[in-house]
Structures are given as structure tokens and as C-alpha cells.
């Protein structure tokens, strides 16, 4: 390859950047995964370019599938100590476009049935847990990406026939999700909003009645240690536990060197860096998110220790 053609190969393939890192991200979870992943796809594209750049994007397609497939075998194979959560992404505060909330259950809406804001939400990214590599892929490009049976058959190298066959499985694997599937709507936002800070609140002032208060019965609480940090090994259950939970994790981490309400993956999240401490089993920084029901009160909460996990994710200024 010349350099003339090789610099019209680079920037083609650059002009797909964003949704191969969008594709990479939901497939795997991991922000630092979907950066790993694409330099690997462009780096394969310079070694074996495809034949013509008209086919660049089915091409770079299949490729990062590959490779995003590849990687989740090895995760699966190789296992994770504690609970699995998926990296926060900056999403911004912008509001929620409106076709988000127009494009709610029962709308009418066939394909292309998850926004894209939504398809980054913990929510979604914890429930393709449960779809294999292929699923996954699938889904993702239906659903998520709008594209057609023939254009997944083309992209992955499938049989449409196949491509059916899966694409039904994946929805039946996101039954659960499905019916309770809380699209991030500004009003959402809002709720989730004020149930952070209200929790928050509680247990810097030493409430812990008044944290607990603001959790439903069945509540859960996940860490994400990654095996590097100290966090709870299973799922806390139950709006007791929970709240004496994080109420003597600020007894034993003392008041937040600096923390930021931040908008991750579609919802209000707060990032957290910690005083230095000397023991090194404790994380330095996390980020705390909140799933609310209806009323507003707090059914999931979700902290991310992992520092790769929070490359993604600018920590606030320390004064």
C-alpha cells in the first residue's frame, strides 16, 4: 500500500471512529476496552485493508465484533473477583433528546427499540450480561445501531436465517430488562438527582435512619473492586444493610477530599477521590450511581473502585 492510499485508508476508517468506539464499548462494558479495541481494528486495517473503501464499514464492523468477542471469552474464561459493573462514561448535561422519550415502550417502534443514551445506561450494559458474545453483537446492531437483517448478515458474515434465529434469542434474553426498563427521561434525571444527594446527605450527617429511609425493600448494592481494592465480594440486600453499609464506609474513609455530581451514562452520578490513605487495598477514587423506582426511592446502588474502570471519568479538582 502507498502512503497516498494508506492515508486515504486512515482517514476513511477515522471517519467511523465514534461508532466503533460505541459498538466496542457496549460490547464489553469498559470505556478503556473500547479504546484498546479500535486502535486494534485500525491497526488491523493497515495490515490487511479490505479491497475497496466502499466496504470499509461492514468491514471495520465485523472486526471489532471479532475482537470485542474475543475479549469477552477471555474475561468470562479467565473470571473477576467480586461483583462485575460495568465504566462510567461522561455523557454530559445536555437534556435528554426528545426522541429518547418519545421512543418509550409500546410507541410503535420496531427496530432500532433502544436510544442510544439508554443503550449506555448500567441498566442495559448489566443486562447484556446475560446474552452470549453473539447476541450481544447482534442486538446491539439491530436494536441499538438500526441496522437491517441483511446489513448484520453482511457484517458479520451470517445467513439472515441466522441472524433471525439469534436476534430472537437476544430479545428473549432481555425479557427482564425489557419490563422494567426505565428510559432515562428528564424526569428520571431528576428523580435520580435528588435521591443521590438526599442519600448522600444522610450519611455525612450520620443519618442513618434517614438513608435508609430513602431505600426501597429489595434494594442492591454492588462494588467493583476488580480484586484490587476492598469491596463487598457478594450483593448487598436490604435497606438495613445497605444503608450501615455505606455509613460505616464514611465512618472509616472520613469526609471526601473532593467529590462532583457528574452526568454518567445518562444519569446523575457523583465522582469521589478520597484523602490519601496508606493502606493500598483502599481505592482512592470512586463513582457512586443510583437506580429509583417510580416514587423516587434508591433500588440499586452501584460503586466503581476499578482506577481503569475510571480512566474514562475526569476526577474533580482538588483545592
Not at 466503533?20 to 479504546?35: E, N
Not at 448500567?122 to 446475560?130: I, K, R, S, V
Not at 434525571?189 to 429489595?218: K, N, P
Amino acid at each position: 500500500m502507498d502512503s497516498q492510499a494508506r492515508g486515504a485508508l486512515v482517514q476513511a476508517a477515522r471517519e467511523h471512529e465514534r461508532f466503533l468506539w460505541g459498538l466496542c464499548y457496549r460490547m464489553t462494558g469498559v470505556s478503556a476496552d473500547a479504546d484498546d479495541l479500535v486502535q486494534e481494528v485500525y491497526a488491523r486495517a493497515l495490515a490487511s485493508p479490505p479491497e475497496r473503501l466502499d466496504t470499509l464499514r461492514p468491514w471495520l464492523t465485523r472486526v471489532a465484533v471479532n475482537l470485542a468477542r474475543d475479549h469477552l471469552r477471555r474475561r468470562r474464561r479467565e473470571g473477576y473477583v467480586g461483583p462485575w459493573l460495568p465504566s462510567p462514561v461522561e455523557t454530559g448535561d445536555e437534556e435528554v433528546p426528545p426522541s429518547a422519550e418519545a421512543r418509550l415502550p409500546g410507541g410503535g417502534s420496531t427496530e432500532g427499540r433502544y436510544e442510544l443514551l439508554e443503550s449506555v445506561s448500567f441498566a442495559f450494559l448489566l443486562a447484556l450480561e446475560a446474552l452470549s458474545p453473539k447476541q450481544r453483537a447482534v442486538l446491539l446492531l439491530r436494536d441499538v445501531f438500526d441496522y437491517s437483517v441483511l446489513e448484520v448478515a453482511g457484517a458479520l458474515r451470517m445467513s439472515e436465517a441466522n441472524v433471525k434465529v439469534v436476534h430472537h434469542r437476544a430479545r428473549a434474553a432481555m425479557a427482564a430488562y425489557d419490563r422494567e426498563r426505565c428510559v432515562p427521561t428528564r424526569d428520571v434525571q431528576a428523580r435520580t438527582r435528588a435521591a443521590l444527594e438526599a442519600f448522600l446527605g444522610a450519611l455525612m450527617s450520620g443519618d442513618v435512619a434517614a438513608a435508609e429511609a430513602l431505600l426501597t425493600s429489595d434494594v442492591r448494592a454492588l462494588s467493583d473492586g476488580g480484586g484490587k481494592f476492598r469491596a463487598a465480594q457478594v450483593p448487598i440486600v436490604g435497606p438495613q444493610r445497605t444503608a450501615l453499609f455505606f455509613s460505616r464506609l464514611m465512618e472509616m474513609r472520613g469526609m471526601p477530599k473532593a467529590w462532583e455530581a457528574r452526568m454518567l451514562n445518562g444519569l446523575p452520578a457523583v465522582v469521589v477521590v478520597y484523602p490519601p490513605s496508606k493502606d493500598p487495598m483502599l481505592a482512592p477514587s470512586t463513582v457512586l450511581r443510583v437506580d429509583v423506582d417510580a416514587n423516587g426511592r434508591i433500588h440499586a446502588l452501584h460503586a466503581v473502585l476499578v482506577d481503569r474502570k475510571l480512566a474514562g471519568v475526569r476526577m474533580p479538582a482538588l483545592e
